[in-house]
């Protein structure tokens, strides 16, 4: 079992910064082995990739809103993911999850995640 808790949520103002992290633990897994991918979900909303980075090679993706402004990065010696976002707008409120999978090779739908986070909302003002 592994489990994945998100921290750096919090209220800002549009054109401002936020630093997710999402820390995991677990008796027996490696994190340098899992896809790790950030989520969110607005009210009202399905849940949306945001970024995911794969566990071989580092390979980074985002979706496209969100492309410039937001910058994926693991810290394997911590079992830690990040979100870094700059240049937020209203549109990008939502509470962010992340998530897990082992050596998952499909990381743009959640579906294919086996482990996910309680949430950290983010909120961004006019």
């Known amino acids: 079992q592994v489990q994945l808790v998100e921290s750096g949520g919090g209220l800002v103002q549009a054109g401002g910064s936020l630093r997710l992290s999402c820390a995991a633990s677990?008796?027996?897994?490696?994190?340098?082995?899992?896809?790790m991918g950030w989520f969110r979900q607005a009210p009202g909303k399905e849940r949306e990739f945001v970024a995911a980075?794969?566990?071989?090679?580092?390979?980074?993706y985002y979706r496209d809103s969100v492309k410039g402004r937001f910058t994926i990065s693991r810290d394997n010696a911590k079992n830690t993911v990040y979100l870094q976002m700059n240049t937020l707008k209203p549109e990008d409120t939502a509470v962010y999850y992340c998530?897990?999978?082992?050596?998952?090779?499909?990381?743009?739908?959640?579906?294919?995640?086996?482990?996910w986070g309680q949430g950290t909302q983010v909120t961004v003002s006019s």
């Open positions: 998530a897990g999978r082992n050596k998952g090779s499909i990381y743009y739908t959640p579906y294919n995640y086996d482990y």
């Open positions: 677990g008796r027996t897994f490696t994190f340098s082995s899992y896809t």
């Open positions: 980075i794969m566990w071989s090679g580092g390979s980074t």
